[in-house]
């Protein structure tokens, strides 16, 4: 999951939890619940992926250091 996907859900959560009302779909469904649980992904998915890019990153980099720093074979 991405960034942009993790804010999306954190935005969803966080119009579920504070702009409708709990009780619009009645006492079945609780969307102040479902919305804390999308906040939760969200924020869950941003840290992940903060703390993930860098691996990537530096990979990549690692990778095309050694693809132009070999010598031509005869």
């Keep these: 999951m991405g960034v942009g996907?993790?804010?999306f859900f954190?935005?969803?959560g966080a119009i579920l939890r504070f702009a409708i009302?709990?009780?619009?779909f009645g006492d079945a469904v609780h969307m102040d619940v479902i919305g804390l649980i999308f906040m939760i992904v969200?924020?869950?998915?941003?840290v992940l992926s903060l703390?993930?890019?860098p691996?990537?990153?530096?990979t990549s980099e690692d990778r095309l250091m050694r693809r132009?720093?070999?010598?031509?074979?005869i």
């Design 5 to 7: 996907v993790s804010i």
């Design 10 to 12: 954190l935005t969803l």
């Design 21 to 24: 009302e709990p009780d619009v």
């Design 42 to 46: 969200g924020g869950a998915g941003i």
């Design 51 to 53: 703390v993930l890019a």
């Design 55 to 58: 691996r990537r990153g530096h």
């Design 68 to 73: 132009e720093n070999r010598p031509p074979q």
